[in-house]
């Protein structure tokens, strides 16, 4: 991955994170806070009860016998209460009133009475006149049967004559923690995915509406044949490219101080040979030996040019963003101009080119600089290729694309390089030489795939070798 698009989305993973951040604090908060709003109301309905009870005390003695009716009619009505987005069905407040002795005397669920219940926090701190409220697990290891409890005292002669405590359990409101937290959870979502569209917009709308509306009507304006899906097509690729351009600039990507780095240490290695070399022949040696030294001068200074030129070609593609002239490309020729330019290269090496299927193939795009991508991926075959192998260039076709493969029987693409064949200025030495290339023609060859709407791989063939593979669109129509 290229330095620019690290950047770029480190910003985005800046983003996501520190979203991701806000959201899991809020998520995690949400839990607390309603429990703090239903413990508030416990304490509003606990001291409602007490102030009942209060009204029904005679000679210091608690009656709750009207309270046992009441709470069988309310359990026994069926709710529909549409609460937001949750359903409420039955209540399910709980109560228990216990004596000054903590005793329970009274429970809503029939299940506690005649127990002593001073050891719970919301008895026996409310008996002392305190704040009394707990938490309980209903079943041992289930944090969903938890229940909350809030005590009021009930007074009698100014002193506490017993306790009433409400209980709530906190699965009654689980399902508006659940519904707030999805709310959260589309929220950020949708801020994520907001926050790109802003910037596409911002690009293509801020940056490059004069020149996006240039582009596509010149595209238009080259087509033989016009096509509503294709020129939609079209347009998506145009905002594509205005994404790179925004990509870019947030990036901050300095290209000549990246090229210049690179170049130094890819020159290094060659610029010591040719310094060590020119020492040597100062001094007196015999002439086979002195020739060898002179080719290895000469070798190492074609080695920098060769570097320099790929380089400056590289360079000058990168910069475009679209073809300037759209021709029609016939592939048969195109391919015969190729293996027939390469021809010295491959008999020298004892390979044989053996190409067909391109009859009646034809493209739309700048010739010279699919002549380019194909030579280099020719050169590239022959380079690998074992002395006396043989290089099978082959063309399929589809409704959209023409795809030329072109296979050698070399040693294979090392898993270890598969990932990065592309990368600039990685090359894999030569099996004839162990010499290495510049490494910049396949990133040659995808810029110039990329910049006809193409793609470009290479990889292993099942049966040995590798298969570089360029698909390309075919023309919308052919000419005659």
Not at 138 to 154: F, K, L
Not at 247 to 252: E, F, M, P, Q
Not at 330 to 343: C, H, I, K, P, Q
Request: charged share 25%; net charge positive.
């Amino acid at each position: 991955m290229s330095k620019r698009n690290r950047i770029f989305l480190g910003i985005l993973l800046i983003y996501a994170l520190g979203v991701a951040l806000l959201l899991y604090r809020v998520m995690t908060d949400l839990d607390p806070r309603y429990r703090e709003s239903a413990e508030e109301l416990l304490v509003d309905t606990a001291n409602l009860l007490a102030s009942l009870i209060e009204a029904d005390i005679r000679d210091g003695v608690l009656h709750v016998e009207r309270m046992r009716p009441a709470f069988q009619q309310m359990y026994a009505r069926r709710l529909r209460a549409q609460i937001y987005a949750v359903t409420k069905t039955q209540a399910d407040l709980r109560v228990y009133v216990t004596d000054r002795n903590g005793t329970v005397i009274f429970d809503s669920l029939g299940r506690d009475n005649g127990k002593d219940f001073r050891k719970w926090r919301d008895v026996g701190l409310t008996l002392q006149g305190e704040y009394g409220a707990r938490t309980t697990l209903e079943t041992e290891g289930d944090p969903r049967s938890a229940v909350m409890h809030v005590g009021a005292p009930i007074r009698w002669n100014n002193e506490i004559a017993g306790v009433v405590s409400v209980g709530k359990p906190m699965k009654s409101f689980g399902g508006f923690i659940a519904s707030a937290r999805q709310k959260l959870l589309l929220v950020g979502l949708t801020s994520g995915v907001s926050v790109i569209l802003l910037a596409v917009l911002v690009s293509v709308w801020l940056v490059r509406p004069f020149s996006l509306i240039t582009e596509y009507i010149h595209y238009v304006r080259e087509q033989k044949q016009v096509s509503l899906p294709r020129l939609s097509r079209r347009a998506l690729g145009i905002l594509g490219a205005a994404f790179d351009e925004m990509r870019d600039a947030l990036a901050g990507r300095n290209y000549a101080e990246e090229y210049i780095q690179t170049l130094t240490h890819e020159i290094k290695s060659p610029l010591s040979a040719i310094r060590g070399a020119a020492e040597l022949l100062q001094e007196p040696m015999p002439e086979a030996r002195r020739e060898r030294f002179l080719k290895n001068i000469r070798d190492e200074t074609q080695r920098i040019q060769d570097l320099v030129d790929r380089l400056l070609e590289l360079s000058a593609i990168e910069k475009r963003r679209g073809l300037a002239e759209i021709q029609d490309v016939r592939l048969d020729e195109l391919l015969g101009e190729v293996t027939s330019s390469l021809d010295p290269l491959a008999d020298a090496r004892g390979v044989q080119i053996v190409a067909g299927g391109a009859s009646g193939c034809v493209l739309g795009g700048d010739r010279f600089l699919l002549q380019r991508a194909l030579s280099n991926l020719l050169q590239n075959a022959i380079d690998f290729s074992p002395s006396g192998g043989s290089i099978e260039i082959a063309v399929t076709s589809s409704s959209r694309h023409h795809q030329v493969s072109i296979r050698d029987h070399g040693p294979g693409i090392p898993d270890y390089a598969l990932d990065r064949v592309f990368e600039k200025f990685y090359s894999l030495g030569r099996p004839h030489s162990g010499k290495k290339g510049t490494g910049l023609g396949l990133s040659f060859v995808k810029e110039i795939a990329e910049l006809h709407r193409g793609t470009v791989e290479l990889r292993n063939h099942p049966d040995g070798g590798a298969v570089a593979s360029l698909t390309l669109p075919r023309l919308a129509t052919p000419p005659r």
